[in-house]
């Protein structure tokens, strides 16, 4: 009998990948940020655990603004290239805060099904 599962390499890029819209949101809430500086900080508050390439994190960048979610405006500022700054919009505040409660309660679900008892 052969056992399968789904492998720890799976099952992270699973979770990343669901909650990517959550973490970029979730950045731009209190203040504009451009794209290296969200995947540096998803980066450095998870202490390396998670880590988004350009090669994702820029086409998600541009499909929450596609939704409304986020809106980005391009910023030069002297001795630096140009950056793509993105602000949280009303109707991405509105999906943050369903987004946060979704996961607060998926958490909480996995915690009372994994602590044991």
Do not use: C
Not at 7 to 13: K, M, P, S, T, Y
């Amino acid at each position: 009998m052969t056992v399968t599962y789904i492998g720890a390499h799976i099952l992270d890029r699973e979770l990343k990948k669901g909650s990517a819209e959550l973490l970029i949101l979730s950045l731009v809430e209190t203040r504009a940020r451009h794209g290296y500086e969200i995947g540096s900080l998803i980066e450095q508050r998870s202490n390396g655990g998670l880590k988004f390439n350009v090669a994702s994190l820029y086409p998600l960048l541009y499909r929450l603004e596609k939704r409304g979610w986020i809106r980005g405006r391009w910023v030069e500022k002297a001795g630096q290239r140009r950056r793509r700054y993105y602000r949280l919009t009303a109707a991405g505040k509105k999906v943050l805060a369903e987004q946060r409660s979704s996961w607060r309660e998926f958490v909480a679900a996995v915690n009372s099904i994994t602590s044991g008892e």
